[in-house]
Structures are given as structure tokens and as C-alpha cells.
């Protein structure tokens, strides 16, 4: 049975820092990409940050995205935060055909966690 668990969001004032977490079990973790989306209200879902299976992290401004493969683990890492960064964060696995890609597609992940709220104070 395929489980992801979401954990460390909450509230956080402007120009914080949140590192959120995935605990991944019930699939070959090595053998996936993964992903944090996030989805605000009245918005589209939008990819954060991917890593393929090759990589163990990858950055982009203010987040970092790591996986652990040894603790079937994913983090994101958000420093800087405002208050557009405010939305529902969620993990998500892709069965990856390539060590070297990720997708930023939402419809190529297979697996979803429920998701963990954090909102950004201004």
C-alpha cells in the first residue's frame, strides 16, 4: 500500500524559514522521481521543485528540494518565504524512465500525499 506523508507546515511570519517533509513507503522509492507542488486558493496546482533519481537535491531561489534514499524521505527546504507562498504543499512520486529527468507536470505523478498547509504571515 502506497503512503505519503506531508509534515512541517504551519504558520510562519515573512522572511521565515519552513522545511517541510515526505515519508514515503509502499514503492521502490529509488526508482522515482519526486516532487513538491503547492496549490493556493483559486489556483492551479504548480510544481515547485522536482529530483530525478540520480540527483539527491536541486535548487531554485529560495527552495531546495532533497531526497534521502536511504529514509524513503523527501524535504523541501523554504527560506525567505512571503506570503504569495502561502497554498497547500504536496509530495508526489513519478515512475521515472530516465535517472537524469523529472517531469513538472502534475498528470506524470502517480502518487500524492494529502498535503500540509503553510501559510505565510505578512
Known amino acids: 500500500q502506497v503512503q505519503m506523508v506531508e509534515s512541517g507546515g504551519g504558520l510562519v511570519q515573512a522572511g521565515g524559514s519552513l522545511r517541510l517533509s515526505c515519508a514515503a513507503s509502499?514503492?521502490?522509492?529509488?526508482?522515482?522521481?519526486m516532487a513538491w507542488f503547492r496549490q493556493a486558493p483559486g489556483k492551479e496546482r504548480e510544481e515547485v521543485l522536482c529530483?530525478?533519481?540520480r540527483n539527491v537535491y536541486s535548487m531554485k531561489g529560495r527552495f531546495t528540494i532533497s531526497r534521502d534514499n536511504a529514509k524513503n524521505t523527501l524535504h523541501l527546504q523554504m527560506n525567505s518565504l512571503k506570503p504569495e507562498d502561502t497554498a497547500i504543499y504536496y509530495c508526489?512520486?513519478?515512475?521515472?524512465?530516465?535517472?537524469?529527468?523529472?517531469?513538472?507536470?502534475?498528470?506524470?505523478?502517480?502518487?500524492w500525499g494529502q498535503g500540509t498547509q503553510v501559510t505565510v504571515s505578512s
Open positions: 529530483v530525478s533519481t
Open positions: 509502499g514503492f521502490p522509492f529509488d526508482d522515482y522521481a
Open positions: 508526489a512520486a513519478e515512475r521515472a524512465f530516465s535517472r537524469d529527468y523529472c517531469s513538472g507536470s502534475s498528470a506524470t505523478y502517480a502518487f
